[in-house]
């Protein structure tokens, strides 16, 4: 069963059933691109109610609004922040018109669902408009980044508590490896000893940092460009709209949120969004990082580092019999190469934008919440999956250590820095320790060696 809407274009049939009108249909029929459709991104949906909410509030307030029509159309934007009528959002996440599709998706269900709150049917927009109602004092080009940003810092929100989460894991092992004393590696050479529980305190440091940087640029999303309207003219909105609707999405939603000092400035800039890639970038540089280090001290078991043990997850060859891989690492690092690439896509999306508006928002919104998803999932997958069953192969991290070259290093104050060296080179050409030679040459006493090169002796961290 069908209903008729009718557009620019003309006549189209609607499910009868569904809250969604004509041009949600178009792209519907347009848009079929990446599979990803806005059904499947609820806190977007919910920001997207929340801006028509705002807007409803204060057309009513500035009586360029009917309360009647107006209080309808709150309540059906509250009906849709539930999540009731997230199906009703069928449309694909990357499209053309720069979000105009989106926009006007959340314009029909609110006008829908308004309708039948007074009493009439659905299609009937005599009665409660897409366009003249819902839409009032908007275009797409305020209303749909206005949208964008509240969602990005639910999304922000949900990144940070999945990073404290990965965070936390990497310093109970810092804690649990306190005592594991092994050789640190520049280079990939032999450096100065350490223990392993540094280095997971370090790892966990290196991540708390993020949640400022995130938190400080996601920040910006909160100067908005409601009351722009088409391109910041605000052609069609009466005076006080673009100050009041930003002081009522703070009210409603519990974010800050101001007006742009300039709004033609505002509407086709996207510089905000760019920092805020370049934030998840940064963390996933970092966190691809750790894990090439998880590779890295988990290689072996025989001719390898063999440091520490990683979780087994599943047999690793389909040739080798009893290899096993460190497959959430390996997953891990893919994820934030995916990241990297988003990231790319986000530089391009904005650099695209042209004169007064940047159409490319669709999917600079679309990569940086993907951004946001894959780690998120992918730091849980780490830490369930990988960090919390980490083992430590303590005594031979302790031999490693012992016969490396690299504890010469603690003789300098001792022996002068030529000294050193013609040990450390003696102990690599003859394969003796650097403890028998110096011993041998007397160099110095038993006793004062002995004191000298305990590695716990060695682990001091500079105040």
């Known amino acids: 069963m069908y209903r008729i809407e009718n557009d620019l274009l003309g006549d189209l049939q609607i499910p009868e059933n569904a809250y969604y009108g004509v041009q949600t249909q178009r792209a519907i029929e347009n848009f079929n691109i990446s599979n990803e459709r806005l059904s499947n991104y ?38 849709i922040i539930t999540g009731k009528f997230d199906k009703e959002f069928p449309i694909d996440m990357i499209q053309g018109g720069a979000g105009t599709s989106t926009n006007m998706n959340i314009n029909e269900v609110v006008a829908n669902v308004a309708l039948e709150k007074l009493g009439h049917k659905k299609g009937e927009y005599q009665y409660c408009s897409p366009n003249d109602h819902v839409n009032l004092s908007q275009s797409t080009n305020d209303a749909y980044p206005t949208s964008i940003k509240l969602a990005l810092l639910y999304y922000n929100e949900k990144l940070i508590s999945h990073l404290e989460k990965l965070i936390a ?42 949640i400022a940087r995130l938190n400080n640029n996601s920040a910006l999303f909160l100067e908005i460009n409601m009351g722009a309207t088409a391109i910041g003219t605000g052609l069609n909105a009466v005076p006080g709209y673009a100050t009041l609707c930003a002081k009522n999405l703070a009210q409603i939603t519990g974010h800050p949120f101001v007006k742009a000092a300039n709004l033609i400035e505002a509407t086709p800039d996207t510089g905000a969004y760019v920092i805020y890639s370049s934030a998840l970038k940064r963390m996933a540089v970092k966190i691809s990082k750790i894990c090439n280090d998880l590779r890295i ?16 997850m599943q047999p690793g060859s389909s040739i080798m019999p009893g290899k096993v891989n460190p497959v959430i690492p390996e997953v891990m690092n893919q994820i934030c190469f995916k990241v990297f690439g988003n990231d790319l896509t986000v530089t391009f999306s904005a650099e695209a934008g042209q004169l007064q508006l940047n159409v490319m928002e669709p999917v600079l919104m679309y ?77 110095l006493s038993k006793e004062a060696l002995d004191d000298i090169l305990n590695p716990e002796n060695m682990l001091g961290v500079s105040e």
């Not at 500035?62 to 159309?73: K, P, R, S, Y």
């Not at 988990?298 to 087994?312: A, Y």
């Not at 780490?382 to 302790?398: F, P, Q, R």
Request: aromatic fraction near 6%; proline fraction near 3%; hydrophobic fraction near 40%.
């Open 169 to 210: 894991a990497f310093r109970a092992k810092g804690k649990e490896f306190a005592h594991v004393i092994k050789m640190g590696r520049t280079q990939l050479q032999d450096a100065v000893p350490m223990t392993l529980g540094q280095e997971f305190e370090a790892f966990a440091a290196n991540l708390e940092e993020e």
């Open 42 to 79: 609820p806190s977007f949906i919910k920001a997207l109610a929340y801006v028509k909410w705002a807007a409803a509030k204060t057309n009513m307030e500035l009586n360029v609004l009917d309360t009647t029509i107006g209080n309808a159309i709150i309540e059906a934007c509250k009906d």
């Open 297 to 312: 001290l988990s290689s072996g078991p025989r001719c390898g580092f063999n440091e520490i043990n990683l979780p087994p």
């Open 367 to 443: 990569s940086i919440v993907e951004s946001i998803q894959l780690l998120s999932r992918g730091m849980d997958t780490l830490v369930d999956k990988c960090i919390v069953g980490i083992t430590a192969n303590e005594e031979h991290c302790k031999s490693m250590v012992l016969n490396s070259i690299g504890i010469v290093t603690a003789l300098n104050p001792y022996i002068g820095y030529k000294n050193s060296t013609k040990i450390a080179k003696e102990a690599l050409q003859t394969g003796r320790s650097v403890y028998e030679l110096i011993i041998e040459q007397n160099i």
